[in-house]
């Protein structure tokens, strides 16, 4: 079946590690993003990219990298610059940009805790 | 920038009663699309319906239905018939058309409950 997957569930960090989000589809689909959500802030945009080997900067970019060397993969990296890291994680991703493939479809999420 | 604005946090609704959720949006663009989401507890996001904003006639998904009004910047969801399952947050979104820029921006959301 055809869809996103997050990786991991639940994932805990200590206090200046780097930590790797794992995102992957399958849908063969262009663009892909990331957003943090926190209580009441809804969904806010950290990185997305159209096409492999380039990205953009979303709102909320400082303290995070990403990489796209593949279409398929989209790995999200919590530094330790990023001063809250704790949050929920979702991944996305969305068909090219033709007027027929609009919506996005939606990983599971990743919960990070900083202990 | 794009913004989107959804100024009621909380909702709540009778079961088997109508009920509209708001949301506007500020854009210079002529020619986009909008979106609502739904994330029950299980936080999986769910697409609810969408709209082009060349569209003028408003979308609508069996009990679910928008009022789009362009000139307004206006995009609110009525959901009818609600049921227990319908219990959620709900998030507007909007994207551009132009495949230069496929940033999709969200709002704070709404938390509606359903009573029995």
């Known amino acids: 079946d055809g869809g996103i997957t997050q990786s991991p569930k639940y994932l805990f960090r200590k206090e200046g590690q780097n930590v790797t989000l794992s995102c992957e589809q399958n849908?063969?689909?262009?663009?892909m993003y990331w957003y943090r959500q926190d209580p009441g802030q809804g969904l806010r945009l950290i990185y997305y990219?159209?096409?492999?080997?380039?990205?953009q900067k979303g709102d909320i970019a400082e303290g995070y990298s990403v990489s796209r060397e593949k279409k398929e993969s989209f790995p999200l990296t919590v530094t330790s610059a990023q001063k809250n890291p704790t949050a929920f994680y979702l991944c996305?991703?969305?068909?090219?940009?033709?007027?027929?493939?609009?919506?996005?479809?939606f990983g599971q999420g990743t919960r990070l805790t900083v202990v | 920038a794009q913004t989107v604005t959804q100024s009621q946090p909380e909702m709540s609704v009778q079961e088997a009663e109508t009920v509209t959720l708001s949301c506007t949006y500020d854009t210079s663009e002529s020619d986009y699309y909008l979106f609502w989401y739904k994330q029950p507890p299980s936080r999986q996001m769910i697409l609810v319906i969408r709209q082009e904003a060349y569209k003028q006639q408003n979308a609508t998904e069996n009990r679910f239905s928008v009022n789009f009004q362009k000139a307004a910047k206006s995009f609110s969801l009525k959901i009818s018939d609600s049921q227990l399952g319908d219990a959620a947050m709900y998030f507007c979104a909007y994207r551009s058309y132009t495949g230069a820029n496929s940033k999709l921006t969200f709002g704070k959301g709404i938390t509606l409950s359903v009573r029995p």
């Open positions: 849908l063969n689909h262009d663009a």
């Open positions: 990219s159209q096409i492999v080997n380039d990205f």
């Open positions: 996305a991703s969305r068909s090219g940009p033709s007027r027929g493939n609009t919506e996005a479809f």
